[in-house]
């Protein structure tokens, strides 16, 4: 114990190595120069970028609360720290990264960012009631496994997400199952990032607003096993479905239809012989969101009776992609033939008044009412965002399985 | 289908929308200028690295395989593209930043990224023999879940990874289990994400060599309830354990052994009685990296007959640390009383030539001598790196259970 006080190199060195994050000795170095603060959120909610650079000749906050083409310009102190301040900021989970002489960047100051598909951005929670219902609470938590099943339908091993309720792994109950597609550039991993869907479930069941569920989270591109972090070698170009890219009808239509063949064969079968759910069109739900909704709508109209509960999050029926071969070969023939006969308990349509894809939401409605369809339409402000997803997310899931 | 190849702006939005990555009008900003390729892995394994910016000052590349100190100067051609060519790489999963200006960024290009703590950086995957133990192979997967328990010790709800082997869903059969530690800055995410122990785990079961195991990989950090990516609000203060942080000897000691005890008396229990496991020392293993094999000694020396394998990768015996608290106070009695009485059929002690924790490692070594103790040593080059602990996960994993 003589060596009490001898702080030495060595000692900070041990020290610094057992309790803050390692640092370039071994891995990813820490950002050099002033230990600034960024993002800074005020109480009334504006909050505060800070870079520092003394080299760049310009930096810009570009973020998800922005209208399109909106830029935030960092201006530079003379200590080199870049800084800028948002307005007031609504309560919701925002992304944004920083444009450092025209590269996009995650903010180094910021422990917190999200993958999207094959982009990464910081996040940023501002609190207040309408964040309560995605935020990490003090609640029951539900387990959250990635699970690899064989697909024969798509020739691969593949994984996906499974949202188990709190409570799953102590009791002998069987669940209503919930099947959450994700939309366009997304995957397996989706939801629960962006989208936060197991903490909104966490917290509406603890509630008592949602009846405890499984939610199985997909990864809807035909071609993919996992989400690209995961990768050793590039996905078969063979299935890719890009209607865009020089392929026949036929070749568009198999692409189209393969991932939603796939849930049908495949993973629906799987969650039902290896999870504890109940396995009736009135314990099965199934939503998404873009891509995600057109996969919804292909799946759940050419299955009439398997899902009681449909959920289609920004996307409707447009006519203008190439063949229209969704649209005109698909979705229109499934749905006349659909709602001829079938009812759900629940048909939940959800778009922002400023996503481009409005019309098409339109035309969808019409669709439904031309056959006096009973369905439920939730229009918000905003755009085609994750803000607005999570909301529909909150206002969809309490109406399932009741 | 008259507008069969009327491919207007509306229909290139839709097929943007629903089969691309989704772009600035919902999410994440697309990096503009040319689409330059970076990394290029070229077939001796150089790899060349691209960052378009016409105003940059500077671009450098920061690489886990470089020494320290050692950075890569990229050049600035014409079209405004930076570009960097490094010598041949050895295989290995690498990662690395480019310092753009001086600010520590992703490549842009890479959609492989991790997180380290608090800190990204892109990674890279240097393909041949040595690459394959942690690739994504085609064998059969574990999955991971990630479960939330109660830790009474640490009066919080807490998050920990499950990995439960292949097959484990479709048999009925008893598991023996390995708790795997990471190190300072590191979280429960960090021996998947990381250390890809999934991946190592699922080809070294389907090659025969490892036996099926359950691994168990918690957040070390006493004072949080998960990764940081999850966190509503920031970890309580009370909790932090760094000795440099002005504490008492007690306060320390009971900052230390937070997480041994709650790992103990917590995190095993609900193991063992919420997944199918053999719960006797012979089918219980422990190892840690870094911070992670400072707690292994500590919960496996002052647990006697608790864990039949140990694996300490990175760490020895230390007398700096300030009061001398660690290896004074805890370690070297319990070593002494343990060393007496036990034997184990494994015990393994991995470190690099270069690590800055050599020589505390060769201090464990003397003490294990002394006793006679039976030990496997494992010294390899490089330092305190994951490739070296990935490698020494890869080395230690098939020794259990057998």
Redesign the interface.
């Given at each position: 114990?003589n060596?009490?006080?001898?702080?030495?190199l060595?000692?900070?060195?041990?020290?610094?190595?057992?309790?803050?994050?390692?640092s370039?000795?071994?891995?990813?170095?820490?950002?050099?120069?002033p230990k600034v603060v960024s993002p800074e959120i005020a109480a009334d909610n504006s909050v505060t970028f800070r870079?520092?650079?003394?080299?760049?000749?310009?930096v810009e906050v570009?973020g998800?609360w922005m209208g399109?083409?909106e830029i935030l310009q960092m201006k530079k102190g003379s200590d080199g720290i870049w800084t800028a301040s948002t307005e007031v900021l609504e309560p919701s989970m925002y992304?944004y990264?920083f444009?450092?002489?025209?590269?996009?960047?995650?903010d180094?100051r910021n422990?917190?960012?999200?993958?999207?598909?094959?982009?990464?951005?910081s996040t940023l929670?501002v609190?207040g009631d309408a964040s309560e219902v995605f935020?990490?609470?003090?609640v029951?938590?539900?387990?959250?496994?990635?699970?690899?099943y064989d697909s024969p339908t798509l020739k691969l091993?593949r994984?996906m997400y499974v949202y188990t309720p709190p409570g799953y792994?102590?009791s002998k109950e069987k669940y209503p199952v919930l099947y959450l597609l994700h939309?366009?550039?997304g995957d397996e991993d989706a939801w629960t990032?962006l989208g936060r869907a197991n903490y909104i479930l966490d917290n509406l069941i603890a509630a008592g607003k949602a009846r405890p569920m499984i939610v199985v989270m997909t990864n809807g591109n035909a071609n993919q096993?996992?989400s690209?972090?995961?990768?050793?070698k590039q996905p078969d170009p063979a299935l890719n479905?890009?209607?865009?890219s020089n392929r026949s009808e036929q070749e568009i239509m198999e692409g189209i239809t393969a991932f939603p063949k796939s849930l049908v064969n495949d993973v629906v079968p799987y969650i039902e012989s290896?999870f504890r759910v109940k396995s009736d069109s009135e314990n099965r739900a199934i939503a998404g969101l873009?891509?995600g909704c057109?996969q919804t709508q292909i799946i759940s109209m050419t299955n009439p009776g398997m899902f009681e509960y449909i959920g289609c999050f920004s996307l409707g029926i447009?006519?203008?992609?190439?063949?229209?071969v969704?649209s005109?070969n698909i979705l229109i023939p499934a749905y006349d033939k659909y709602l001829e006969t079938m009812k759900n308990k629940v048909f939940y349509v959800g778009v922002g008044s400023e996503d481009?894809?409005y019309e098409g939401v339109q035309t969808l409605r019409k669709k439904l009412d031309e056959h006096n369809f009973k369905y439920i339409y939730n229009e918000t402000g905003g755009?085609?965002?994750?803000a607005n997803w999570r909301l529909y997310l909150s206002d969809f899931s309490p109406m399932l399985f009741k």
């Open positions: 114990m060596q009490k006080f001898a702080i030495n060595f000692s900070l060195v041990l020290a610094a190595l057992l309790f803050v994050p390692v370039r000795a071994q891995e990813i170095q820490r950002p050099g120069g870079l520092y650079s003394e080299n760049a000749r310009s570009n998800s399109m083409g992304h990264n444009v450092l002489d025209g590269v996009s960047i995650l180094p422990p917190k960012a999200m993958r999207d598909g094959t982009r990464y951005a929670m609190p935020q990490l609470n003090d029951p938590h539900g387990s959250i496994t990635k699970v690899w091993n994984r792994e102590d939309g366009g550039g990032s096993t996992a690209v972090t995961d990768w050793s479905i890009n209607p865009g290896h873009s891509m057109m447009h006519f203008n992609d190439p063949f229209g969704i005109n481009f894809v755009g085609h965002t994750w």
